[in-house]
């Protein structure tokens, strides 16, 4: 063939430019189960699951369309080794590529190809250069500017200049829990049952990797575009119109609430940001979903998923070595198994395991802000998220864990660290009438974990955020701990002996 182009796993989208490139009559395209990719961390077989499935079914839509598709499945007659190992087995004149989300696999294709054509990823709602152009001459640039700008340009919920109800966010109305009497019915998901594709590569996953985290049993998940957009609508119709009001919210045992879960067919690309952003318009302009919901969800789609896609494009690779805190600690085993006395983590940690999911305020407000204020080394954080996670993927996972969730990366992404004592959380959820720790305790037999690292990450950091004037209140509540700071201290080592 003329040329050859590559579709990656993340890579599912079947109005991508660069297969508008090809002729079917004389170009092919190679797509490849790669151990190293399933292989370089011990991955959730539920992810594992997914990638492939959604692979094989991409596969046969792209035969019916006419193309002729190289696929290699790790347990087919022709397994590869490695991305590139399995894309040189074939002739070509030229090797084409959408650009990879995952800088690693981007130099490692690039080292074994020099003549690598790269295609510009049109999945985005970001036209190229757009973000280099908002930002040129910032000392900083922050989410708010781009995303203001990004509803500018688009004019989505603007009138005139103005945003759409004349304010730009409606955050203050997002914060509800659900208090006592818990969420009460909540509207669910559907459920993807698995076909026979999807069932070969259950039973392939069992086979091959026994010994990954999770189960494949249970696996619900769209594998398919059409099955992506039955998510959307479902979503649309049934969780967007509350989706604003409990953005931040915990409830024990339940893992959906009112968010959205279309990250893994968005990152895939099963689906695009610009399709779900005008179906939560359309909602909002049929008078379906109210503007704090519709507003909250753009935030998201429009403005923080491409701007953190951005901050990766023009970071890396140096930003995965970024450690601002000097953060050092290994993550303790219950974030892979979720087997631990703290109900809150409990909780999460056996739905991740279950599910491969937790939502945004989960994974920053208990699995993260645990990580950060015991001090985890902020790529291993990283690389946990990378393991069990459904949707991550490098170039999203990379900002929100190591910047937004862990500060290390000095506040590029966010301007302070989420740091909070267990108080927060008993704020948010049920979690803590339900535990054996008191979490308004930093010491004794009752102390919360998250209490006593609160004030001895606030203690050791003092001297850096002494400068944020977003962290002055919260210093200003340590000086009134001075006294306890010497036991809180112990009580951080004898966690630190106990859980480490
Ligand atoms: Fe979590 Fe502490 Fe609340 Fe227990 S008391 S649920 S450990 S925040």
Known sequence: PRRLALVLGDQLDISAGLLDTLDPARDAIVMIEAREEATYLRQHKKRLVLFFAAMRHFAEALRARGFTVHY??????????????????????????????????????????????????????????????????????????????????????????????????????????????????????????????TRAVMAMVERIFPDAPGSTQGFAEPVTRRAALAHLRDFVERRLPRFGDHQDAIATGHATLWHARLSTSLNLKLISPREVCEAALEAYGAGAAPLNAVEGFLRQVLGWREFVREIYRAEMPGYARRNALGAEAALPGFFWTGETEMACLADAGRQLLDQGYAHHIQRLMVFGLFAMQWGAHPLRVHDWHMEMYLDAVDWVSLPNVLGMSQHADGGLVGTKPYCASGAYIDRMSDACGQCRFDPRAATGARACPFTTLYWSFLDRHRERFSGNRRMAMQLRNLERKADELPAIRKAEMALHRRLG
């Open 72 to 197: 290699h499945a790790l347990d087919g007659e022709a397994p590869a080794a490695s991305l590139a190992a399995g894309a040189a087995r074939h002739e070509a004149g030229e090797i084409h590529v959408t650009e990879p989300g995952d800088a690693r696999v981007l130099e490692a294709l690039r080292s074994r190809f020099p003549g690598l054509v790269i295609h510009d990823d049109g999945h985005f709602l970001t036209p190229p250069g757009r973000f280099a152009e908002l930002s040129a001459g910032r000392r900083r640039f922050v989410l708010e500017d781009f995303y203001r700008a990004r509803r500018r340009d688009t004019g989505w919920l603007m009138q005139g200049d103005a945003p759409e109800g004349g304010a730009w966010n409606y955050d203050r109305e997002n914060r509800k829990s659900f208090g006592r009497a818990g969420p009460g019915t909540t509207p669910g998901r559907p459920e993807s049952a698995p076909d026979a594709t």
